[in-house]
Structures are given as structure tokens and as C-alpha cells.
Nanobody
Framework: QPQVVESGGGLVQPGGSLRLSCAASGILFSAYTMHWYRQAPGNQRELVASITRDGTTNYPDSVKGRFFISRDNAKKMVSLQMITLKPEDTAVYYC??????????????WGQGTQVTVSS
């Protein structure tokens, strides 16, 4: 059964750091583009970081320079290192795996989410 499972959320003070992890199973992990999304109450889910199969990363301006995504294909894991956290980073963070566009049948998997709360 393909799945992705997040871990590492919690409560952190403004200016602090947190590292999220996502473990994948049941998929050809090295071929997938991996993403981190977040959703705050009342807001739409937004993309905060992406990493392609070859390691190319992409971030929106809201987190650029503060969030860093990385992957370990051997361990089938993707991580999100977050620094200089702000209260507006508070949200449920989701890991997402998307199959390559060239595949004849696409597949996409979501984790259950992990809560990140930035508050003093």
C-alpha cells in the first residue's frame, strides 16, 4: 500500500526552528517529485517547497531563505528544515508525492498532516 507519513511537528517559539520528515513506502520514491504543503484554518492549502527527482528545489517567496527541502532516496525520505519561524507559519503541514508527468498513469499521495504551531 503506497503511503507517505509525516513526523516532526510541534510547538515552537517565533524565531525558532523545526524539522519535518516524511517517510514514503510502496512507491518508486526516487522517481517522484516531493512537495510540502501547508494549510492554516480558513485558508487554502499552499505549496511551500518542492524537490524534483534530480534535486532541483523550489520555494514561494513567503518561505524562501527560511525553509529548505531535501531528500534521501536511499531512505525514501524527504525533510523540510524550517528556520526563523513566524506565527504566520502556523498550519498543518502535508507531505505530497507526485509521479512523473511522463508516466502513462499518474499517481499522487498525501500524508495525514502534522501540526506546526509558532507561538510564544
Amino acid at each position: 500500500q503506497p503511503q507517505v507519513v509525516e513526523s516532526g511537528g510541534g510547538l515552537v517559539q517565533p524565531g525558532g526552528s523545526l524539522r519535518l520528515s516524511c517517510a514514503a513506502s510502496g512507491i518508486l520514491f526516487s522517481a517522484y517529485t516531493m512537495h510540502w504543503y501547508r494549510q492554516a484554518p480558513g485558508n487554502q492549502r499552499e505549496l511551500v517547497a518542492s524537490i524534483t527527482r534530480d534535486g532541483t528545489t523550489n520555494y514561494p517567496d513567503s518561505v524562501k531563505g527560511r525553509f529548505f527541502i531535501s531528500r534521501d532516496n536511499a531512505k525514501k525520505m524527504v525533510s523540510l528544515q524550517m528556520i526563523t519561524l513566524k506565527p504566520e507559519d502556523t498550519a498543518v503541514y502535508y507531505c505530497n508525492a507526485k509521479s512523473p508527468p511522463a508516466w502513462p498513469v499518474s499517481s499522487e499521495y498525501w500524508g495525514q498532516g502534522t501540526q506546526v504551531t509558532v507561538s510564544s
